[in-house]
């Protein structure tokens, strides 16, 4: 049984730092691409980071310079290191896995973590 458990979120203020984990379990984690989400209040779910097999990132414009995807393949987990965190980054986030890229840029990854809640005040 697929498994995607987020930690790390929690609350901080604006200008701060955050590193958000997600491990995975119950299918061959270096087969598989990988992307973080974010969804606000009221708004739509957005695609914030993604890892492919290879090891290639993208990051959506809104978090570029200041969040780094990563992921440690003996260990199953990957991260988001988020840095100069601002208000609007605030949000649920959400791990995904496909083994297609391309679904995940369309935010329809296979799987979906339960997220973990990140909150910044200014």
């Known amino acids: 049984q697929v498994q995607l458990v987020e930690s790390g979120g929690g609350s901080v203020l604006s200008g701060g730092s955050l590193r958000l984990s997600c491990a995975a379990s119950?299918?061959?984690?270096?087969?598989?691409?990988m992307g973080w989400f974010r969804q606000a209040p009221g708004k739509e779910r957005e695609g914030v980071a993604t890892i492919d097999t290879d090891g290639n990132t993208s990051y959506a414009d809104s978090v570029k310079g200041r969040f780094t995807i990563s992921q440690d393949n003996a260990k199953n987990t990957l991260y988001l290191q988020m840095h100069s965190l601002k208000p609007e980054d605030t949000a649920m986030y959400y791990c995904?896995?496909?083994?297609?890229?391309?679904?995940?840029?369309?935010?329809?990854?296979?799987?979906w973590g339960q997220g973990t809640q990140v909150t910044v005040s200014s």
């Open positions: 995904a896995a496909d083994i297609s890229k391309e679904q995940l840029q369309r935010s329809r990854p296979l799987y």
């Open positions: 119950g299918y061959t984690y270096s087969s598989y691409c």
